[in-house]
Structures are given as structure tokens and as C-alpha cells.
């Protein structure tokens, strides 16, 4: 077991946990964007959102972080950062890395929260109209904070597989927890198993607190009807 | 009940495919205990590990396979008597060199292969049959990289776990910036969309890929290290390595060995003299 | 807000249609101000000459690396999801034991499988066959790949097993035990057959998530399949990102028409299973909860 103390398990960790984080946040608000615009008035809108999701839910995560690296940054040189020092690449692989998640996993979280839209009854909206609200506040005021209250347990398994995905930054070389389990199980082939283990362990931890979390969550914000 | 039949198929197909992959995986037990040269004569076989990603030296192309150690590798199986149509070509990725030979998964790997006393204590080398230096390759209008020295502040692009980046690192890393992709081939086109400055691994391989790129990239020219590349066979067959040492020399007397080194990196590339062999 | 989305805004009237007008205009001047950036830089750094688009149309091209690469890809996905059925099926049934014994161990190895990432999977299963196993080099990565995905959509599908029986009416194995059917047989000739046909269309919809998984192997196993030629056409022609938009096509086709014969099973089945048990309310349609999960 001593070996393990020769690698940064934790700072591969908290590289991954960063990741999520961000990511999580990203595709929340963009997820909620693509998910009002699919339900908006504006043909253009609707069509652009539908057509997004339908594409980037049925492409590779892999192949979106592979092309965000070697697409946006390389060819199109869009770097993210004004850091100038020698920490700029490593801050812009991360960067491109959350934008990617956030893209893909947005699509995700606009399917959950339209189908909370969906869940909300019909008299709501009405209502809504009836006493002169135009669609933005009725989605905003009225349906979206019902919705959101009744997709909590679809949008934790966005986030739990959110937090499995960002192994995928790997193939751009962000210094997270799958590129350390791939050098470990290079250098200490012996011990592969263990090192298995310890990964496998990490990310239950990782992930089983946020499943128990908002399925509490989940039950204790959910409309009573 | 309706789907019963259905379920039923369905587990038959589960079984039988589960059979089916189980055996397919089984590789064939050869004769490890005769030398490859009896071997490859007797079987008029010869399975070979190469690189698939490698312009100039191993690549898969549309019509075959191309590249120096293609070549030096059709040279070895007709010495061996083996005919060029029986040579299978499989993928060595450089992690796993040792591991295809140690498992007989191929009978000779010739992928980029140096020559260190790690990799001894696994499997046996024959040749060199070339020695490169790490190198830098750069865009064909950069003069600020000259050499190592002048990385700082650059971009320096590797692959994931490869040493060549390790030892960069360790003698220049305070001040050049690493990215680490899977494979060269991302680094290139950064190199070629100016996201990445530089490239560093063993100067041969850098030619291949700037012989790839005619005029957009070149190779520094200052190499900073020694890699001797040799032939990786099973550890211990002392008979195989004798008769490759020979079929080495014989290439590089006869002409094949600066010919081929011509054809794959173009005729103004500066074929350099031929190595002496040190694994006996 | 069954159905329309229409529901949240009234019929336009002509202020409302002028504004919509406008708002359309505006989105499409953005969408096309980020689709003019993209063709400058791309045009700026010669993305668009003949020489990187020409070798798509040339059938070597495709015969050499790309289709080969999609089968390998196809072949990883439907041993992949053959596999893993039958071990859904076999875990989503242990889950519902009354054995605590049998019970306990599913439950923890399900969710254990299903807490880590496909990735450290397929990494774990690479390393165990190349150190444990004979198996050839040139398909480990495929069975490493193969291990992976089964270890994970097997946990998966167990729990859409388990939800799918659940969801029947338990008159179902009530009147099964009335018949004096033992647990065995009622599972095997009453309820998994039902469970079934409700659980289809999701099981076909986890085979998008399986096709999309498999290129989690090109990156860092070196597994040839469709994604991995993203490395080794570049190679031959220098064209990194019209090859990442063709393998994308590709990949966004395939999967269009998984999803397509997902929706054809679903429309036939909510048609045929009026003869058969229908499932209780809230699991009516294909939403067996866990089937929603999105993965990779």
C-alpha cells in the first residue's frame, strides 16, 4: 500500500471534483435555456433547441471534448484564458474540458426539465395567462419553479453521470483521476487491482452522497398534489 | 407468455456469443521452446509489431503498410524465408511492446524500439538498426527554437506517459508548458495551427511526420540524446538475435538500409552512418 | 401541461407576432454571427480547401478506415448489450429476492458498478486481461471495451428489470400463486415475459448510450473503432477536424436510427399491450424511472 503515497490521489480527486462543479453549474443554466427555448414561442427557437439536443445528445462525449480541444482551441484558437504564464495550457485544457461537459450534459438537463414542464398541470399555466403573464413570466414565475421542484431526482443522475463523465477529459490531458489510475496501472502493474479499488472506492464516495443528498432533497421539495 | 420464445432466443444468443468471443480470444499456443529463425523457416510465418500512427515509419494506409521499420522488417522475413505476403503486421502501441512479446503475441517488434536495460530484463534485443536522438520538431518558419534550452515559455506538446515529455520535464520543465494528448497526431495539427509550439520525441520519427507536412515543419536538428532502436524478441534466444545481427549488417552493406531510409524520408534527408551493433 | 406546449403562451395576436418576428431575427442574426466566426477562423486556417474534405468522397477512404472502424464499433455495442442483458435480467431478479443473502450482494454489486466510471471500467478490464489472461492483443482493447460496457449497462438494466417487474399489478403473481405456480415460474413465465414488453423501447434506447460508449476505448486503449480514425486519417491527410465532423455524422446517424426503431417499438407495443396486463399508472409508458438515466 505504500506506494500510494507517491502519487496525488487527492489533487486528482479535487481535479475531478472542480470539474463537476463547474460543469454542473454550466449545464444547469444552459440546459434551463435550451429547455425554455423548446418550449417557446419563437418557431426559430424551438427548431434551433430541438435540432441541438437531438445532435449533441446522439454524439460521443468523447469525441465532443476530443473536438473542443483540438477544434476550438487549435484550429480556432479560442483559448479561454488571458493567462499568459506557463499554468495558461493547463488552464485552458480545463476550461475547454468544462465547456465541453456543459454542452453535452446541457442536453440532458434540458430533456429532465421539460419533461418537469411537462408534469405541471395544465390550470397552472392558465392561470398564469388568464391573469395577463406573457410566456417569459409564465415559464419563470409560474411553471419553471414547479418544474425544477419535481426533476430533482432525474437531474441527480445527470449529475452522478456527470461526475463519472469527466474522466473523459483525460483524451486532453486534464490531470484528473482517470489519467492517475492509467499511470498507476503503468508503473505499478503488481498492484493493479488495489489501485482499482481505490478508484472504484473514490468515486462511490464521490457519487453516493449526492444521490442520497438529493433524493432527500427530492422528496422533501416535491409538489404535494 | 407471448415473448417467451423470444426471451429464451435471446439468452441462446447471449450464450452462444459469450462462447464464441471466449474462444476467439484464445490465442494460439505456439512452440516457445524453438528459436524464432527455425520457427518462421519452418511456418513460412513471421507476425511483427509495428506502430500504425507513424508516418515515415509505421502507418496503415489505404494500400498497406508504409514506413522504415516496414521495410527493415520485409528485409528481416526474406532472410528468414518467410515470403513478404505471410508477414502479419500488428499494432504495438509503446506501452505494451513487452507484454506482445512476452504473451508470443508477435515474433518481432520493430515500432520505435529502444534499446535500455529495463526493457532487457523483459525481452531481447538484435541491432540497433538505427540510432536517434531526441529531437524538437517546429514549424518550418520558427528560428526561435534552437534546442532544448530555448523551450521556456513555450508550448511543448507529448503523449500521455511518454517518456521523451518525462525527461524534458525533469531537465527543462520549470519553464515550458506541457499539453498531453493521447496520440502525435493531435499534437501535429496544433503544431501546424500554431496552438502548440513544439514537439518533442526521438528525431526519426519527428522526419517522418515533417517528410508528412513537406514544407510546414522541420526538424531542429540538434538531437540531445541517444535512443538506439532495436529488434525486441522473446527473452533469451540468443540464435534469433545472432541471425538478426546479421541480417542488420547485411542490410546496411547491400545498400537496402540507406535506400529505404531515402524512400521514406525523402531524398534530401541526411541518411546518417550506419550504427554498429551492440547487442551480441 | 399534457401535450401542447402552446399552453404557456396565447395564440399570437399581431403585436405578439411582430415580436416573435423580432425576437426570430435576433436569434438569427446571433446564430449566424457564431456561425460567420466559426467559417473565418476555420476558413482563415484553410479548413475548407478541397484537400481536406476530398478523401470523404474517395471509397478508400471509407472502406479502409471508416466503415471497418464503424463495425468494430457496432460489433462492441451489440455484444456489449447481448451481454449485458442477460446479466440485468439475472441481477434486476436477485434484487427482488426474498433471500436476504441473494438480495444484499446484487443490490451492492448493481450500485457499485453503476458508481463508477465506464472509463476505469474499461481501463481496469484492460489491464486484468492483459495481465491475468492470453488473450490476443488485437482484440483486448475490444474486450476490454466489451467487459466494460457490460460491467455498467448490466448494472443499468438490472434496474430497469427490477423497475419494469415492479410496475406490474401484483394480481398478476397473486393469481399466478392461486394457481399454485411456484416463485420461479411466475417470475419466468408470468412476469419477466410482461416486464419485457414494457421495458423494450428503453432497453433499445440503452443502446444509443452503448454505441456512444464504445469510442470511450479510441482515446485510451487503442481501440480501432469509428473514433479512433480520428488519429489515423489525420495522418494520411493532415485533415484533423473534417474527419471529427464526418465520424460525428456518422456516429449521430447510427444513433438517430437506434432511437427511430426505439419510438417504432414503442408505438407498437402501447398499441398491442392493450391485451396484455397493463402495467399500474405510473410506469405506463416506457418510463421506467432509472431508463431516463443519462449517461455517457
Same mark, same amino acid.
Given at each position: 500500500?505504500?506506494?500510494?503515497?507517491?502519487?496525488?490521489?487527492?489533487?486528482?480527486?479535487?481535479?475531478?471534483?472542480?470539474?463537476?462543479?463547474?460543469?454542473?453549474?454550466?449545464?444547469?443554466?444552459?440546459?434551463?435555456?435550451?429547455?425554455?427555448?423548446?418550449?417557446? #414561442?419563437?418557431?426559430?427557437?424551438?427548431?434551433?433547441?430541438?435540432?441541438?439536443?437531438?445532435?449533441?445528445?446522439?454524439? #460521443?462525449?468523447?469525441?465532443?471534448?476530443?473536438?473542443?480541444?483540438?477544434?476550438?482551441?487549435?484550429? %480556432?484558437?479560442?483559448?479561454?484564458?488571458?493567462?499568459?504564464?506557463?499554468?495558461? %495550457?493547463?488552464?485552458?485544457?480545463?476550461?475547454?474540458?468544462?465547456?465541453?461537459?456543459?454542452?453535452?450534459?446541457?442536453?440532458?438537463?434540458?430533456?429532465?426539465?421539460?419533461?418537469?414542464?411537462?408534469?405541471? #398541470?395544465?390550470?397552472?399555466?392558465?392561470?398564469?395567462?388568464?391573469?395577463?403573464? /406573457?410566456?417569459?413570466?409564465?415559464?419563470t414565475l409560474i411553471v419553471l419553479p414547479q418544474a425544477l421542484r419535481s426533476v430533482v431526482a432525474p437531474l441527480a443522475s445527470v449529475l452522478i453521470a456527470l461526475t463519472k463523465?469527466?474522466?473523459?477529459?483525460?483524451?486532453? /490531458?486534464?490531470?484528473?483521476?482517470?489519467?492517475?489510475?492509467?499511470?498507476? %496501472?503503468?508503473?505499478?502493474?503488481?498492484? /493493479?487491482?488495489?489501485?482499482?479499488?481505490?478508484?472504484?472506492?473514490?468515486?462511490?464516495?464521490?457519487?453516493? #452522497?449526492?444521490?442520497?443528498?438529493?433524493?432527500?432533497?427530492?422528496?422533501?421539495?416535491?409538489?404535494?398534489? | 407468455?407471448?415473448?417467451?420464445?423470444?426471451?429464451?432466443?435471446?439468452?441462446?444468443?447471449?450464450?452462444?456469443?459469450?462462447?464464441?468471443?471466449?474462444?476467439?480470444?484464445?490465442?494460439?499456443?505456439?512452440?516457445?521452446?524453438?528459436?524464432?529463425?527455425?520457427?518462421?523457416?519452418?511456418?513460412?510465418?513471421?507476425?511483427?509489431?509495428?506502430?500504425?500512427?507513424?508516418?515515415?515509419?509505421?502507418?496503415?494506409?489505404?494500400?498497406?503498410?508504409?514506413?522504415?521499420?516496414?521495410?527493415?522488417?520485409?528485409?528481416?522475413?526474406?532472410?528468414?524465408?518467410?515470403?513478404?505476403?505471410?508477414?502479419?503486421?500488428?499494432?504495438?502501441?509503446?506501452?505494451?511492446?513487452?507484454?506482445?512479446?512476452?504473451?508470443?503475441?508477435?515474433?518481432?517488434?520493430?515500432?520505435?524500439?529502444?534499446?535500455?536495460?529495463?526493457?532487457?530484463?523483459?525481452?531481447?534485443?538484435?541491432?540497433?538498426?538505427?540510432?536517434?536522438?531526441?529531437?524538437?520538431?517546429?514549424?518550418?518558419?520558427?528560428?526561435?527554437?534552437?534546442?532544448?534550452?530555448?523551450?521556456?515559455?513555450?508550448?511543448?506538446?507529448?503523449?500521455?506517459?511518454?517518456?521523451?515529455?518525462?525527461?524534458?520535464?525533469?531537465?527543462?520543465?520549470?519553464?515550458?508548458?506541457?499539453?498531453?494528448?493521447?496520440?502525435?497526431?493531435?499534437?501535429?495539427?496544433?503544431?501546424?495551427?500554431?496552438?502548440?509550439?513544439?514537439?518533442?520525441?526521438?528525431?526519426?520519427?519527428?522526419?517522418?511526420?515533417?517528410?508528412?507536412?513537406?514544407? @510546414?515543419?522541420?526538424?531542429?536538428?540538434?538531437?540531445?540524446?541517444?535512443?538506439?532502436?532495436?529488434?525486441?524478441? @522473446?527473452?533469451?534466444?540468443? @540464435?534469433?538475435?545472432?541471425?538478426?545481427?546479421?541480417?542488420?549488417?547485411?542490410?546496411?552493406?547491400?545498400?537496402?538500409?540507406?535506400?529505404?531510409?531515402?524512400?521514406?524520408?525523402?531524398?534530401?534527408?541526411?541518411?546518417?552512418?550506419?550504427?554498429?551493433?551492440?547487442?551480441? | 401541461?399534457?401535450?401542447?406546449?402552446?399552453?404557456?403562451?396565447?395564440?399570437?395576436?399581431?403585436?405578439?407576432?411582430?415580436?416573435?418576428?423580432?425576437?426570430?431575427?435576433?436569434?438569427?442574426?446571433?446564430?449566424?454571427?457564431?456561425?460567420?466566426?466559426?467559417?473565418?477562423?476555420?476558413?482563415?486556417?484553410?479548413? !475548407?480547401?478541397?484537400?481536406?474534405?476530398?478523401?470523404?468522397?474517395?471509397?478508400?477512404?471509407?472502406?479502409?478506415?471508416?466503415?471497418?472502424?464503424?463495425?468494430?464499433?457496432?460489433?462492441?455495442?451489440?455484444?456489449?448489450?447481448?451481454?449485458?442483458?442477460?446479466?440485468?435480467?439475472? =441481477?434486476?431478479?436477485?434484487? &427482488?429476492?426474498?433471500?436476504?443473502?441473494?438480495?444484499?450482494?446484487?443490490?451492492? &454489486?448493481?450500485?457499485?458498478?453503476?458508481?463508477?466510471?465506464?472509463?476505469?471500467?474499461?481501463?481496469?478490464?484492460?489491464? !486484468?486481461?492483459?495481465?491475468?489472461?492470453?488473450?490476443?492483443?488485437?482484440?483486448?482493447?475490444?474486450?476490454?471495451?466489451?467487459?466494460?460496457?457490460?460491467?455498467?449497462?448490466?448494472?443499468?438494466?438490472?434496474?430497469?428489470?427490477?423497475?419494469?417487474?415492479?410496475?406490474?399489478?401484483?394480481?398478476?403473481?397473486?393469481?399466478?400463486?392461486?394457481?399454485?405456480?411456484?416463485?420461479?415460474?411466475?417470475?419466468?413465465?408470468?412476469?419477466?415475459?410482461?416486464?419485457?414488453?414494457?421495458?423494450?423501447?428503453?432497453?433499445?434506447?440503452?443502446?444509443?448510450?452503448?454505441?456512444?460508449?464504445?469510442?470511450?476505448?479510441?482515446?485510451?486503449?487503442? =481501440?480501432?473503432?469509428?473514433?479512433?480514425?480520428?488519429?489515423?486519417?489525420?495522418?494520411?491527410?493532415?485533415?484533423?477536424?473534417?474527419?471529427?465532423?464526418?465520424?460525428?455524422?456518422?456516429?449521430?446517424?447510427?444513433?438517430?436510427?437506434?432511437?427511430?426503431?426505439?419510438?417504432?417499438?414503442?408505438?407498437?407495443?402501447?398499441?398491442?399491450?392493450?391485451?396484455?396486463?397493463?402495467?399500474?399508472?405510473?410506469?405506463?409508458?416506457?418510463?421506467?424511472?432509472?431508463?431516463?438515466?443519462?449517461?455517457?
Amino acid at each position: 500500500m505504500d506506494f500510494l503515497s507517491n502519487y496525488d490521489l487527492l489533487g486528482a480527486f479535487w481535479t475531478t471534483v472542480q470539474l463537476t462543479f463547474w460543469s454542473a453549474i454550466g449545464a444547469l443554466v444552459w440546459g434551463i435555456v435550451l429547455a425554455g427555448m423548446r418550449v417557446s #414561442p419563437v418557431w426559430l427557437m424551438r427548431a434551433f433547441a430541438t435540432a441541438y439536443v437531438n445532435i449533441v445528445r446522439n454524439t #460521443p462525449l468523447t469525441l465532443i471534448v476530443v473536438a473542443s480541444s483540438l477544434g476550438l482551441y487549435q484550429a %480556432l484558437g479560442v483559448s479561454l484564458t488571458t493567462d499568459k504564464t506557463t499554468a495558461a %495550457l493547463a488552464i485552458t485544457n480545463f476550461r475547454l474540458a468544462v465547456l465541453a461537459f456543459v454542452l453535452y450534459t446541457g442536453t440532458f438537463v434540458a430533456e429532465a426539465v421539460r419533461s418537469g414542464i411537462n408534469t405541471v #398541470p395544465v390550470g397552472q399555466a392558465e392561470a398564469a395567462r388568464a391573469l395577463g403573464l /406573457g410566456f417569459f413570466q409564465t415559464l419563470t414565475l409560474i411553471v419553471l419553479p414547479q418544474a425544477l421542484r419535481s426533476v430533482v431526482a432525474p437531474l441527480a443522475s445527470v449529475l452522478i453521470a456527470l461526475t463519472k463523465n469527466t474522466t473523459v477529459a483525460s483524451a486532453i /490531458g486534464v490531470a484528473e483521476a482517470a489519467v492517475l489510475m492509467k499511470t498507476m %496501472l503503468e508503473n505499478e502493474g503488481q498492484a /493493479g487491482t488495489l489501485v482499482f479499488a481505490v478508484f472504484a472506492i473514490g468515486f462511490v464516495i464521490l457519487t453516493l #452522497p449526492v444521490g442520497l443528498l438529493l433524493g432527500w432533497l427530492s422528496k422533501k421539495v416535491a409538489v404535494k398534489r | 407468455m407471448r415473448l417467451s420464445p423470444v426471451l429464451r432466443a435471446g439468452a441462446l444468443v447471449a450464450t452462444l456469443a459469450l462462447a464464441v468471443t471466449a474462444c476467439g480470444g484464445k490465442s494460439q499456443q505456439v512452440n516457445s521452446s524453438s528459436s524464432l529463425v527455425d520457427r518462421a523457416k519452418a511456418d513460412n510465418k513471421l507476425t511483427v509489431g509495428i506502430k500504425f500512427d507513424q508516418p515515415g515509419l509505421g502507418l496503415k494506409t489505404a494500400n498497406g503498410y508504409t514506413g522504415f521499420d516496414v521495410d527493415v522488417a520485409k528485409y528481416i522475413a526474406k532472410k528468414l524465408g518467410v515470403d513478404e505476403n505471410n508477414i502479419t503486421f500488428k499494432q504495438a502501441p509503446s506501452a505494451q511492446r513487452e507484454d506482445l512479446i512476452a504473451q508470443g503475441d508477435v515474433d518481432l517488434v520493430i515500432a520505435t524500439y529502444t534499446i535500455n536495460d529495463k526493457r532487457k530484463q523483459k525481452v531481447s534485443f538484435a541491432g540497433p538498426y538505427f540510432v536517434a536522438g531526441q529531437d524538437l520538431l517546429v514549424k518550418a518558419d520558427n528560428t526561435s527554437i534552437t534546442g532544448p534550452d530555448s523551450l521556456n515559455g513555450k508550448k511543448l506538446c507529448s503523449v500521455t506517459g511518454s517518456t521523451s515529455a518525462q525527461t524534458l520535464q525533469t531537465k527543462y520543465a520549470n519553464q515550458v508548458s506541457l499539453q498531453n494528448y493521447g496520440g502525435y497526431s493531435e499534437c501535429i495539427t496544433g503544431l501546424l495551427n500554431g496552438a502548440i509550439d513544439a514537439i518533442s520525441t526521438d528525431d526519426i520519427i519527428l522526419q517522418g511526420y515533417a517528410a508528412a507536412n513537406q514544407g @510546414k515543419l522541420k526538424v531542429v536538428g540538434k538531437p540531445f540524446t541517444t535512443e538506439p532502436y532495436g529488434i525486441g524478441f @522473446k527473452k533469451g534466444d540468443t @540464435k534469433t538475435q545472432q541471425a538478426l545481427d546479421e541480417y542488420i549488417q547485411a542490410m546496411e552493406q547491400d545498400g537496402s538500409w540507406k535506400a529505404a531510409l531515402q524512400k521514406n524520408f525523402g531524398s534530401d534527408y541526411k541518411v546518417p552512418s550506419e550504427p554498429p551493433i551492440t547487442e551480441k | 401541461m399534457s401535450g401542447a406546449p402552446s399552453v404557456l403562451y396565447d395564440a399570437p395576436g399581431p403585436k405578439a407576432k411582430v415580436r416573435n418576428l423580432v425576437y426570430s431575427v435576433v436569434f438569427l442574426a446571433l446564430l449566424a454571427a457564431v456561425a460567420w466566426f466559426v467559417f473565418v477562423a476555420l476558413d482563415d486556417k484553410g479548413q !475548407f480547401t478541397s484537400a481536406m474534405w476530398s478523401p470523404f468522397v474517395q471509397g478508400d477512404t471509407w472502406t479502409v478506415y471508416l466503415l471497418p472502424g464503424l463495425g468494430t464499433t457496432l460489433l462492441a455495442a451489440v455484444l456489449a448489450i447481448v451481454i449485458a442483458l442477460p446479466v440485468g435480467a439475472v =441481477f434486476g431478479i436477485a434484487r &427482488l429476492s426474498d433471500h436476504v443473502w441473494i438480495r444484499v450482494p446484487a443490490g451492492v &454489486l448493481v450500485e457499485l458498478f453503476r458508481a463508477i466510471p465506464v472509463l476505469m471500467l474499461m481501463l481496469f478490464a484492460n489491464f !486484468f486481461y492483459d495481465w491475468y489472461t492470453d488473450i490476443d492483443s488485437d482484440v483486448r482493447p475490444l474486450f476490454a471495451v466489451v467487459t466494460g460496457l457490460v460491467l455498467y449497462n448490466g448494472s443499468v438494466l438490472a434496474e430497469v428489470f427490477r423497475a419494469g417487474i415492479e410496475s406490474l399489478p401484483k394480481g398478476q403473481s397473486e393469481a399466478a400463486y392461486a394457481l399454485g405456480l411456484r416463485k420461479t415460474q411466475t417470475m419466468l413465465t408470468i412476469l419477466l415475459p410482461q416486464a419485457v414488453t414494457v421495458m423494450l423501447p428503453a432497453i433499445v434506447s440503452q443502446l444509443v448510450v452503448v454505441v456512444k460508449d464504445t469510442a470511450l476505448g479510441s482515446t485510451i486503449l487503442s =481501440f480501432s473503432d469509428l473514433l479512433s480514425n480520428y488519429r489515423i486519417l489525420p495522418a494520411n491527410y493532415g485533415n484533423t477536424i473534417p474527419t471529427l465532423v464526418v465520424i460525428g455524422l456518422i456516429y449521430v446517424v447510427v444513433n438517430w436510427v437506434v432511437t427511430r426503431l426505439a419510438a417504432m417499438l414503442e408505438r407498437r407495443l402501447s398499441r398491442r399491450g392493450r391485451s396484455t396486463a397493463r402495467p399500474t399508472a405510473a410506469a405506463s409508458t416506457t418510463a421506467v424511472p432509472v431508463a431516463d438515466m443519462p449517461t455517457v
